[in-house]
Structure formats: structure tokens, C-alpha cells
């Protein structure tokens, strides 16, 4: 099985709200929220991978200084098994605007349970709730 590396961030605004996005129709897990990010691309970092994703998709400036590791998810989906470190980052250049036209939604972690996520982000969800 082939593996996936996806790297993945929590967005913190000052109110200690995250923000999630919800995948657009057309896509895998469509309809489901997640946390920002994206694949990471062949000879590429995690980190490099998650400022070229929040420039793309959501028009902000994050530099690596400003991406702290949290914990990762690792699971086995059908066709392969994602592995998604995830990173917290309370400070960026820029508003926060849906380039994609995804859905946003700023969240306090102890109500990201109410959305329905991915199965590999759920197990994140608990070392938010620990960190905030």
C-alpha cells in the first residue's frame, strides 16, 4: 500500500479558535471539514508544503519559524495509508480568504467534534483540546 504525505495545519486566531474548511463538492470526503493543508510534493518539506498550500488556498503568508509540530495521524484509507503531521500557527501575513471557494469556519476546539471530519483528522482533534 502506498504511503500519502500530507501535511496539515491548525490555524489559531487570537480568540484561540481554529479554523477548519470544508471539502468541496467534487472531491473525496466532499462535504467534510478539515484542516488546512495539502499534499506534499516530491523532494518537498512539510513546512514548504504548508506555506505553498496557505498562499494557494487561503492567501496568507506563514513562515516556517511560525509552524510548530503538534502530533501526526497515520490511517489506513482503502486505496492508501496517510500519513498527515500536523502543525499549529498562531501568526501570518494576510486575511484569511477562500481562494478555492471552500467553506470556512473558525472553531473553538472543544466544538470541532460537532463537524464531521475525515476519519484521519478526528484522532487530532484531542491534542487541540490539550494545546488550547
Known amino acids: 500500500m502506498r504511503i500519502l504525505l500530507v501535511a496539515a495545519v491548525?490555524?489559531?486566531?487570537?480568540d484561540g479558535r481554529v479554523l477548519i474548511a470544508k471539502r468541496p463538492e467534487g472531491k473525496a470526503l466532499a462535504g467534510l471539514w478539515?484542516?488546512?493543508g495539502g499534499k506534499v510534493e516530491a523532494d518537498e518539506r512539510p513546512e514548504a508544503a504548508l506555506i505553498r498550500e496557505l498562499k494557494e488556498e487561503l492567501a496568507i503568508d506563514a513562515t516556517e519559524s511560525c509552524l510548530a509540530p503538534l502530533t501526526f495521524a497515520s490511517h489506513a484509507y482503502?486505496?492508501?495509508h496517510l500519513l498527515m503531521p500536523l502543525y499549529v500557527c498562531r501568526?501570518?501575513?494576510?486575511v484569511v480568504t477562500s481562494l478555492e471557494g471552500q467553506d470556512l469556519q473558525w472553531v473553538k476546539p472543544l466544538k470541532l467534534r460537532d463537524y464531521p471530519m475525515p476519519p484521519a483528522d478526528k484522532p487530532l482533534i484531542a491534542h487541540l483540546i490539550d494545546l488550547l
Open 10 to 14: 491548525a490555524l489559531v486566531d487570537p
Open 34 to 36: 478539515e484542516f488546512p
Open 78 to 80: 482503502e486505496e492508501f
Open 91 to 94: 501568526r501570518w501575513k494576510g
